[in-house]
């Protein structure tokens, strides 16, 4: 079957169109920046660690402490050293009541807003200020 160059080109703008309606469907991750005061930290098995700012309504996972962190929708790796750094860091932080300027959650669980987060959900934590 002969297809004109016309033919040929409606085909392609639709097969574009019907990519572009799937992937538009995919979820995507996400990142939220939030700070406040660190009200939470904590361990749940197996090996997870979790933290809730005040601006947060929930913990949220972002570590462990026996393997490298890799959270669906985000580049970045944690390893077993810099989780048990983190865990100091937001402990003295708690403990101190130093607020955190910013904190950046990365990955495919992370909500719109701070105070949107659902239950056991995990992220990577790419940067933070205090």
Known sequence: MFVTKAGFAMKFKRFVVLVSVLLSVQAHAATVVCSGTVEDVSYHASDKLMVRLSSMNTPVFFCNTAAEWVVAGSSYRTSVETCKALYSMFLTARVSGIPVRSMYFDGDD?????????????????????
Request: proline share 5%.
């Open 110 to 130: 992370v909500p719109a807003t701070c105070n949107s987060w659902g239950s056991w959900k995990s992220a990577s934590i790419r940067h933070f200020k205090f």
